[in-house]
Nanobody, 123 residues
Framework: QVQLVESGGGLVQPGGSLRLSCAAS????????MTWVRQAPGKRLEWVSG????????NYLDSVKGRFTISRDNAKNMLYLHMNTLKPEDTAVYYC????????????????RGQGTQVAVSS
């Protein structure tokens, strides 16, 4: 049974940083690409970033390129999202999600995801 548990969210001022973590279990973590998605209040689920199973390929939403970095530690079954220069529009619940295959983009809204961690960017 796939289990994904996110942590690391919180309230941060504009321009600040956070590191989100996702602990994965119940499947062979190193065999699958992983994805971060987010959902802002009143808005649809939005893909943010994806990473291939080995970490060699990463992809980003245009609005977060250069500010966010996705990474993974297969030895620890952990996925990360380093977020810098945060903006109010980054406010959302962030979810990690298991891709359907090993690549960085095989995700859709039916992919398994955790309960999420809240990120609020406000002064």
């Amino acid at each position: 049974q796939v289990q994904l548990v996110e942590s690391g969210g919180g309230l941060v001022q504009p321009g600040g940083s956070l590191r989100l973590s996702c602990a994965a279990s119940g499947f062979m973590f190193s065999a699958y690409g992983m994805t971060w998605v987010r959902q802002a209040p009143g808005k649809r689920l939005e893909w943010v970033s994806g990473i291939s199973n080995g970490g060699g390929t990463t992809n980003y939403l245009d609005s977060v390129k250069g500010r966010f970095t996705i990474s993974r530690d297969n030895a620890k079954n952990m996925l990360y999202l380093h977020m810098n220069t945060l903006k109010p529009e980054d406010t959302a619940v962030y979810y990690c999600s298991k891709n359907w295959r090993s690549d960085s983009r095989s995700w859709n809204s039916n992919s398994p995801r955790g309960q999420g961690t809240q990120v609020a960017v406000s002064s």
